[in-house]
């Protein structure tokens, strides 16, 4: 019986936890495009949501991991506009997370914003990336290579604690705004 559960254990050692298993909010400083502007990101384990509090303040999102759905508030207009998650080419993903399908390699360990975390190589596609990973499956640093085009961004406080359901749901009172034609993830037009 133990000898065929080693082969299971070592597969699910190749491959990091890629969702946090427990409330937390992360403050990252991006590099790359944004460069030097922070953004937050909030994750409810309960509800399976993902709250992003975009650089520059100009708005926010919130990712629903169970319905597969997206919102974006953008607070001057006032607007929300619905996307797609994770639905084929033209959705969205985890902005921190390596794709399911990656191929992972295990790297060294380091600290950052007092936590720990094991370095992870990825491959997929043509995308290559490296995250740092916490046990509970918080990332804290990710850099990634796509189309030629490099962006980073890495953790400057983690606090784990119980998050308000409130700050995930969509306001009310806010303009639902459709996808423009041809965005990725629009409906198309009948």
């Known amino acids: 019986m133990a000898i065929a559960a080693t082969p299971v254990m070592a597969f699910a050692q190749d491959r990091p936890l890629l ?5 937390v909010s992360v ?3 991006v590099v790359g495009g944004q460069a030097g502007q922070e953004m937050r990101m909030s994750w409810r384990v309960a509800d399976q949501k993902l709250r992003v509090d975009m ?10 991991q169970r319905s597969k759905k997206m919102f974006v508030v953008m607070e001057q207009q006032r607007m929300i506009m619905e ?3 994770n639905n084929g080419p033209g959705g969205v993903s985890v902005p921190t997370q390596p794709p399911e399908t990656a191929r992972f390699t295990r790297g060294g360990t380091a600290t950052i914003a007092g936590q720990g975390c094991t370095v992870w190589r990825y491959e997929n596609e043509g995308v290559t990336g490296e995250s740092c990973l916490t046990a509970d499956g918080v990332m804290l640093r990710s850099t990634g290579t796509h189309n030629g085009q490099t962006a980073s961004m890495e953790a400057t406080e983690v606090a784990y604690g119980p998050q308000d359901a409130a700050r995930f749901n969509a306001p009310s009172g806010y303009q639902q705004m459709q996808m423009p034609a041809g ?6 037009a009948r």
């Open 19 to 23: 969702v946090p298993t427990r409330d």
């Open 27 to 29: 403050t990252y400083r």
């Open 55 to 64: 650089p520059g303040g100009i708005g926010w999102s919130v990712m629903d």
């Open 83 to 85: 996307v797609p998650l």
């Open 183 to 188: 965005a990725p993830g629009a409906r198309p």
